[in-house]
């Protein structure tokens, strides 16, 4: 079965540094574009950018250019996103999903930064 | 960035209703649209690609039509399980951007 498999839920405190994991199952994880995707609490879904895991071919979005670091170990079928300082404002779910069209989604991480 | 504008925001509806949801584009995106459902609390599912493709497993309820800057998304007759949020998704350009989404809630 083809799945995507996100760690689990993090609480951190601001300033803090965090990387979150996305793990593909049951398909060639090298050959298709790994998504991830953030929704704040109440709010609608933010596309943060994606990459190529054959090559690591990175693109983000300007609101997150700078913010986050997204990387990935084709070795292990495994993408990641990363902060290196928190800040309360990232307080949401995060979710990976495959392809340039998010065909399958992973079950989400929530990520909660509070002092 | 390509704006993607969502309406309605929200809407009542029935079961049996026929619903339409509309995307339009800030600038013309070919038929690189998808469609997905959210319900609370899960993560999203994709319903349509290309902007009228089915994906497999999901009702023929659903359908999806448009190309350039304007697109639908059309569930024929609303059964219960059909109220959720739904969002669109342009893959033409970078970076990628959704609709604000669409609720759909019970009358």
């Known amino acids: 079965e083809v799945q995507l498999v996100q760690s689990g839920a993090e609480v951190k405190k601001p300033g803090q540094s965090l990387k979150i994991s996305c793990k593909g199952f049951?398909?060639?994880?090298?050959?298709?574009?790994i998504g991830w995707v953030r929704q704040m609490p109440g709010k609608g879904l933010e596309w943060m950018g994606l990459?190529?895991?054959?090559?690591?071919?990175?693109r983000y979005s300007p609101s997150f250019q700078g913010q986050v670091t997204i990387s990935s170990d084709k070795s292990i079928s495994t993408a990641y996103l990363q902060w290196s300082s928190l800040k309360a404002s990232d307080t949401a779910m995060y979710y990976c999903a495959r392809q340039d069209t998010f065909d399958i989604w992973g079950q989400g991480t929530m990520v909660t930064v509070s002092a | 960035d390509i704006q993607m504008t969502q309406s309605p925001s929200a809407m009542s509806a029935s079961v049996g209703d026929r619903v339409t949801i509309t995307c339009r584009a800030s600038?013309?995106?070919?038929?690189?649209l998808a469609w997905f459902q959210q319900k609370p609390g899960k993560a999203p599912k994709r319903l349509i690609y290309?902007?009228?493709s089915l994906q497999s497993g999901v009702p023929s309820r659903f359908s999806g039509s448009g190309s350039g800057t304007e697109f639908t998304l059309t569930i024929s007759s609303l059964q219960p399980e059909d109220f959720a949020t739904y969002y669109c998704?342009?893959?033409?350009?970078?970076?990628?951007?959704f609709g604000q989404g669409t609720k759909v809630e019970a009358k």
């Open positions: 049951g398909y060639s994880f090298s050959s298709y574009y």
């Open positions: 290309a902007a009228s």
């Open positions: 998704l342009q893959h033409n350009n970078y970076p990628r951007t």
């Open positions: 990459i190529y895991p054959g090559d690591s071919d990175t």
């Open positions: 600038q013309g995106i070919n038929n690189f």
